[in-house]
């Protein structure tokens, strides 16, 4: 079945720091991919999405590209800032089912000041 | 602020109890889901409903059930609680039927402490 796998934390970065998350999935077919991202005490709120191959969704600062080859959809930002500490959620989902997304597990990131 | 709205905020209950949790989706959203997120199993998605039917059903425990209302709020109902459901409880709301298509909002969600 489809499956999302995202780099364990919690991940520490001081502020400017350049960020990286890694994120791979299996999928059947050409699934979304999404990430997520949850504030402390606060639901999850869509970071960015990309629906096909090499397709870059980006906002806020982050970004991340649709790779086929690679399976991946890793999130990257330039220059974090304390307020980017949150968990993040890589997910995918079959475009033409209604059922669900799948989730990873979540990354913590703490950015120091 | 999601325009989801859940509650109760918190709720503490003893083992072998039934609560319910209440969703209201974004106005005019007809999707609602329902997630569980626990730290040993993450997010799991429970539940879907559209415009008052069910559309796809996830890791749901018979002792849960869910329905959508005509004016399209959800409820949530456990019964039979442990421990092990202790957790925090999404809901999320959603303009399309399928899940990849549209954004999904989340509400704050509810944690359940069963004691």
């Known amino acids: 079945g489809n499956s999302v796998t995202q780099m364990e934390g919690p991940v520490t970065l001081s502020e400017e720091a350049f960020l990286t998350i890694n994120c791979t999935y299996t999928?059947?077919?050409?699934?979304?991919l999404f990430w997520y991202v949850q504030y402390p005490g606060e639901g999850l709120q869509l970071l960015l999405k990309?629906?096909?191959?090499?397709d870059k969704g980006s906002n806020k600062g982050f970004e991340a590209t649709y790779r086929k080859e690679t399976t991946s959809f890793h999130l990257e930002k330039g220059s974090v800032q304390v307020s980017d500490s949150a968990v993040y959620f890589c997910?995918?989902?079959?475009?033409?089912?209604?059922?669900?997304?799948?989730f990873g597990k979540g990354t913590r990131l703490h950015i120091l000041p | 602020d999601s325009g989801v709205t859940q509650t109760p905020k918190h709720l503490i209950t003893a083992t072998g109890q039934r609560v319910t949790l209440r969703c209201s989706p974004r106005?005019?959203?007809?999707?609602v889901y329902w997630y569980q997120q626990s730290l040993d199993q993450g997010l799991q998605f429970l539940i879907h409903?559209?415009?008052?039917?069910?559309?796809a059903k996830g890791n749901i425990l018979e002792r849960f059930s869910a329905q959508q209302f005509p004016d399209l709020h959800s409820e949530l109902n456990l019964s039979s609680l442990e421990l092990g459901d202790s957790a925090l409880y999404f809901c999320?709301?959603?303009?399309?039927?399928?899940?990849?298509?549209?954004?999904?909002?989340f509400g704050p969600g509810t944690r359940l402490t069963v004691t």
């Open positions: 999320a709301s959603s303009e399309s039927i399928l899940a990849g298509s549209y954004e999904q909002y």
């Open positions: 999928a059947t077919g050409y699934p979304s």
């Open positions: 990309a629906t096909k191959a090499d």
């Open positions: 997910a995918l989902s079959d475009p033409n089912r209604d059922d669900k997304i799948i």
């Open positions: 106005s005019g959203d007809l999707s």
């Open positions: 409903y559209y415009n008052g039917e069910e559309r």
